[in-house]
């Protein structure tokens, strides 16, 4: 291995190589991907119901609503655009607050309210949202509640909100994505092409070849990486720990990458591949995200050593587990990089098996 | 008079600026091989590609076998067999497939593939996968892939290209037989030597243009100069003299030193096309 | 003649597909895979909040609340029964109402009334289990509620028949699956181009057209297919059948169409990778709205899949007929012709 060789590959493949390629797969669709994940899987699970209001007052009740934390607000300038919303189940519940509410709560009358209900909106959001309107006027009424409620928390486990339980997989789409396909795609066009070989014969010997497409996927998918967790606030306390465990993780992608690209021959096959490995790949991701699955199932994907810290030094909460983790995912970096060169050996067989080949067809 | 198979007037071909192809005009006779002979660059693929329907003719016209290409391609196609330059076959598929697929393209009814594999020597590997194969091997392929329909015109690029002399030497003999079976086979390569075997005519081009177009032997007649190499005996070491043939001289010449020196051993020499292109074009053949 | 090149050109792309016989395989796990993914998840939709109640002795308001739609009470004769169901996430939200609360609160005195959560409950539920109890205490003491809701039901009521997850997903399992089909199908043209093939097939009989046509042919198939196999297993087939597989046609007709754009884009299989995978991504965007209406704004109806996924959720779940995706039918048909065309042309300048 000769460190000027690689360096001299890394630059055409950062200058000359597929920069389309590089620009879709590894920037624009985690990204793409990551927006979507935030904006529909967050809304998907999470557990409040939404509520949309048309205030035609500017009633006290619109700042009680905007400060709930147990309903999701949307305001609306005109009762068409309200109904429109709910009809469409942009919202579960619309009310339109008329003009003298505050008036009316006040002087203890009952206030007659439209009110529009999304035919698929469940029977809890319904009553929640119902039994939260109330709460809120009775609020604005002064109106005490006749009892006193105390709220007792039974159990260890923590909460954890739906933003936080799509960091892994927000994560780890911005750093395998482009990490893994790059190398794999870039390897394998190599061979497609015949170039891989024409470099083999060259000074720049395979490993050379492997480390610099390695060190690139590495390098743009850690960047990915960082910017996604900056996008989320997600640096934590120890940002320099967690890019560390980013780097790990992209070394481990384009590994993963590597070995691919080394065994497989054609592109149809890497996608009949990252159709199935996506689910491997991203197993840990998935547990997380629901924490009801059994959490043993984690240590089996070896992505996990690697997401597992990041989000424990993301949220500072890293402990001796983390650092145990932390040591399992070099191992198996250190177990990748045996596999690589064992395949590079066999790779660098085919040169010449070729011309055993071509000495046996002439006789 | 035998009818021609490929007239070619006027044509041209340009890429943008560059003009490949600049109002060539030809024609070949049933039964004949004619070689295009010229440095990469000259216009040979452009010309092949023009003549097989690849490239619409800019400029100029052609026919085939009495068809315009520009009106009748289709019809000309299903009449043509075509070696390329560079191997195109499915990799995926063993040579008997590809050879199948085109078999049935061309709609033969009936097709001994077997047969034709062995002819150009692939013989027992008929069922391998053209992934598997070496470069002579996929070449010789190719060129049994152009003989599937048993066509009446034959465009061979560099058919011999990769291959060991004795593959080389039975494609060559392959080619002598598609001749003789009756197909016209239009030839393009850099091998001189095999221009000269192979061919009832060669063309030579240069830069888009035919700079000549003759036999062989009338090009050599024309332009080169034939000389015998006379090896002779003095003070015991061997020296050589050259005596230019069909000079006004030459007689008194080679009687004079058959008479005044000990005359060792008598070479007649012709110029090679590749001299004769040379002094045409002022460019060699081959780089 | 046509015909028959067509057909050898079929049957030659179909025996290279079966040849890479782990994208053979994979490709019949992935659907296995779809279909195994829809009967796991629940049939039913739980709409309810499990609420546990400890009321001795009043089983008044414990059936107040039990008539409640949106709430499954359990009644628990001991506070510690109602406190392991709490710990164990059965019931991850308990009220004890105490024994004299009915006497204290006709003393004009303020009983104490114990929520118990789960310590997994979320923030949101926390809020709202305290609105609700609060409420309850006001109907308890027989107070008047100070809104008087005057509702509308905007379109079906489905409440206690919601659609079940599973049901909702189907749509954006359709799409997954003829998805990623435009890779294959943009696979299948690239992979000519790339090793010149083309230019071999290109001086025989067959022609340009024959080779598209081929292609399309293939591609809409193996789409077809696919998600129909899929319906039909899954029973998305069980109302208006010929609309939906005629719906469901045209979608393999889109993503064929789509195929044959990316192919025109890509300039080798890198590129069809790149360039599929954004496609793909692009397609999915509607299918998110399938899953849950009213998560995306007017924009994403200018996606073309988003008129695919509508008609497949509109006709599979919501009982619609033809008449009522027939405008979908027809712009998702404009769309195909458009991808179609354009990809056409751009690789027919290719090759002239």
Redesign the interface.
Known sequence: MNIKRVFTLLGKELLHGPRGFILTMTIATPLLITLVINLALGDLFSSAAKLAYFDESQSQLVPLLEENKQLHVFEYDSTEALKDAVSRGAADFGIIIPADFDNLVTSGDKVPVTTYIWGESLAKNRTIITATLLDLTHQLSSQSEPIILATVTLGDEESIPWSRRLMPLTVMMAVFFGGLMLPAASLIDEKLKGTLQALAVTPASLPDIFIAKGLMAALLSLVMGAIILLINQAWGESPLLLLLMLALGAIMAAEIGLILGALINEMNTLFAVWKFGGLFLFGPAIVYMFPELPQWLNYVFPTFYVTGPIMDISLGTQDNETFLQLGIAVFVILVLVFLISRLINRLAGEVPR?AI??LE??G | MTQDTIVVENLSYHYGKILAVDNINFRVARQEILGFLGPNGAGKSTTVKVL???L?PQEGHATLLGMDITKDI?RV??Q?G?C?E?P??????SAL?NLE??A????MKTFDGYALLKKVGLEGREKDRVA??????KQRLMVA?SLV?QAEILFLDEPTSGL?P??ADSIRNLILQERERGATIFLTTHDMWEADKLCNRVAFLNQGKIAALDTPHTLKQQYGQRSLVVEISRNGQFEERTVTLDKSETPDTVRELFSREKVVTVHSQEATLEDIFLKITGRRLTA | ?SA??IM?LIK?DL??FT??QFYFIMTIVGLVLYIGMYFVMPKTMDETMKLGIYAPGMPLIENSLVNDEGIEAKSFSTLEELREAVLKNEYPVAIALPEDLLTRLAEGEKPIVTVYLSSSTTEEMKGAITALVKQLAFLATGQDMPLEMRSEVLGPDLLGAQIPWRDRLIPMMAIMILGTEILSLAALISTEVE???V?????????LHHLFTAKAILGIGLAFIQVLLFMVVVGGLSHEILTMTLVLFIGSILVTGSGFLVASLARDMMGVTSWGMLLMIIFFIPALGGMMPGILSGWAKVLPSYHLVDAISRLSNYGASFNDISGHVLIMLGWSALFTISGVLTLRRR??
């Open positions: 070729q080949k071509e067809a002439t | 097989t329907g690849q619409r289709e196609q299903a043509m075509v390329f560079q195109n076959l499915y990799e995926q598929m497939e697929l085109f049935r393209l061309f709609n598997n194969y070496s470069k002579g091997m892939r329909n060991d004795v593959s | 003649m028959h090149l050898t030659k025996k290279l040849r890479n090793q010149n093939t230019s071999a097939l290109l001086v025989t009989p067959l022609k090759y002239r």
